[in-house]
């Protein structure tokens, strides 16, 4: 079956410190990654997406992501969070054709002045 | 680009009445569009898969007499909730896919916000 799983649902970091998101998929065929920011109240915006080719993608905002086929895994990272990072982050899955998407619970981050 | 638009924005309305919330692509074609229902501080969940032309995919557990989806044009898709109850405040996001090279790409709405009193 197709899942999403993130295991942090909060993750608290200071400004300045490095931040990464776990996720891991499951996915019957081969996976289209993305990565999506959600702030408060908002609709989904796609930081970065990974399809094929190199498994370090990079994406807006200073991050980037890397995709372990072994490990079925597909973690976000940011070398330095700014306070603006606050939000929350979702992991999402889809097929070619995108026509089934499938996304994580989500990990919210706090930013520490 | 790839711009979604939804409409309203959010709405109010009084239990057991219906709203109809609107998805358009705005500046390409959506052969299917697809329906999210996020509840607070959760995910997003798939309620539907809208086929121009065709009746709607509905995602197991959802009603499709009470969630009725619309795909009228390549770039519009609607859906209606039914008899609204407080049950089915949330938020709605559609998504439309976007035929590219190789692939597609989904590309989301901003979401509409939806309280039934």
């Not at chain 1, 999506?36 to 190199?54: A, E, I, M, R, T």
């Not at chain 1, 890397?66 to 990072?85: C, I």
Request: charged share 15%; proline share 4%; glycine share 8%.
């Amino acid at each position: 079956a197709q899942s999403v799983t993130q295991p942090d649902i909060h993750i608290t970091v200071s400004e300045g410190a490095s931040l990464e998101l776990r996720c891991n998929y499951s996915y019957g065929a081969t996976p289209y990654l993305f990565w999506y920011v959600q702030s408060p109240g908002q609709g989904l915006q796609l930081l970065l997406k990974y399809f094929s080719g190199d498994t370090l993608v990079q994406g807006i905002k200073g991050f980037e992501a890397e995709f372990k086929r072994s490990q079925s895994s597909f973690n976000l990272r940011k070398p330095s969070v700014h306070w603006s990072d606050a939000a929350e982050y979702f992991c999402a899955v889809g097929g070619y054709n995108f026509n089934k998407f499938y996304f994580g619970s989500g990990t919210k981050l706090n930013v520490k002045p | 680009g790839a711009v979604v638009s939804q409409h309203p924005s959010w709405v109010i309305c009084k239990s057991g009445t219906s709203v109809k919330i609107e998805c358009r692509s705005l500046d390409f074609q959506a052969t299917t569009m697809f329906w999210y229902r996020q509840f607070p501080k959760q995910s997003l969940m798939l309620m539907a898969t809208s086929n121009e032309g065709s009746k709607a995919t509905y995602e197991q557990g959802v009603e499709k007499d009470k969630f009725l989806i619309n795909h009228a044009s390549l770039t519009l898709s609607t859906l209606t909730v039914t008899s609204a109850h407080p049950e089915d405040s949330s938020f709605y996001i559609c998504s439309a896919n976007k035929k590219g090279k190789g692939h597609n790409e989904q590309f989301f709405g901003p979401g509409t916000r939806l309280t039934v009193l």
